[in-house]
């Protein structure tokens, strides 16, 4: 079955140490996303990527990184910086013909502490 | 500023009853329009989407929404709702000329036996 996988699904780290969150899809989708989501803030916008080794950043982009060297895959790295670290992770892709109908990866948790 | 609206935080509903989630924009032009929906540690599932053409658009599950140009509104709806339609709505949209969905907060539905 095609669809996007986010791993794992709970994860937790001390303050000060950069953690890096997995998401692969297999839908040969171009476009991958990154999003924030906190409650009652609906989801933000962290960091794009519509091309392998291109990607632009989002709304929310301070205290993050990334990478896009597959098409696969579109790994997020949560720095040290990031303030306020703690919150679910969401994982979208999309193809480029259809760019606006995102499909949702399960999310990552992730808890600072 | 380009807002997306869900002025209702929680709604609840009676199982069988009828539902309808509110979503207003603030945009220059007509942007494309989208409902998801997302169970608990979930990640979202689109419902539905509107580009253009016919104002009432159906979607997945059994809900449809209509797109009213003169409102800026795009509710959701559904004429009876089952205790697995319990879960958070999320309103999204995105300019034709924009690359990512921009979301309300969303709504959180509690459905009451």
């Known amino acids: 079955d095609g669809g996007i996988t986010q791993s794992p699904k709970y994860l937790f780290r001390k303050e000060g140490q950069n953690v890096t969150l997995s998401c692969e899809q297999n839908?040969?989708?171009?476009?991958m996303y990154w999003y924030r989501q906190d409650p009652g803030q609906g989801l933000r916008l962290i960091y794009y990527?519509?091309?392998?080794?291109?990607?632009q950043k989002g709304d929310i982009a301070e205290g993050y990184s990334v990478s896009r060297e597959k098409k696969e895959s579109f790994p997020l790295t949560v720095t040290s910086a990031q303030k306020n670290p703690t919150a679910f992770y969401l994982c979208?892709?999309?193809?480029?013909?259809?760019?606006?109908?995102?499909?949702f990866g399960p999310g990552t948790r992730l808890t600072v502490t | 500023a380009q807002s997306v609206t869900q002025p209702d935080i929680h709604i609840t509903v009676s199982e069988g009853a009828s539902l309808e989630l509110r979503c207003n924009y603030s945009?220059?032009?007509?942007?494309?329009l989208f409902w998801y929906v997302q169970s608990p540690g979930q990640g979202l599932q689109l419902l539905l989407k509107?580009?253009?053409?016919?104002?009432l658009v159906q979607g997945i599950k059994g809900f449809e929404a209509e797109f009213k140009r003169s409102q800026s509104s795009f509710n959701l709806r559904k004429p009876s709702v089952h205790w697995s339609d319990a879960a958070e709505y999320f309103c999204?949209?995105?300019?034709?000329?924009?690359?990512?969905?921009?979301f309300g907060k969303g709504t959180s539905l509690l459905v009451t036996p």
């Open positions: 979208a892709s999309s193809n480029t013909e259809s760019s606006y109908e995102q499909y």
């Open positions: 945009y220059g032009a007509t942007p494309y």
């Open positions: 999204a949209v995105v300019l034709p000329s924009g690359y990512a969905l921009n």
């Open positions: 509107y580009f253009s053409g016919d104002t």
């Open positions: 990527s519509q091309i392998v080794n291109d990607f």
């Open positions: 839908l040969n989708h171009d476009a």
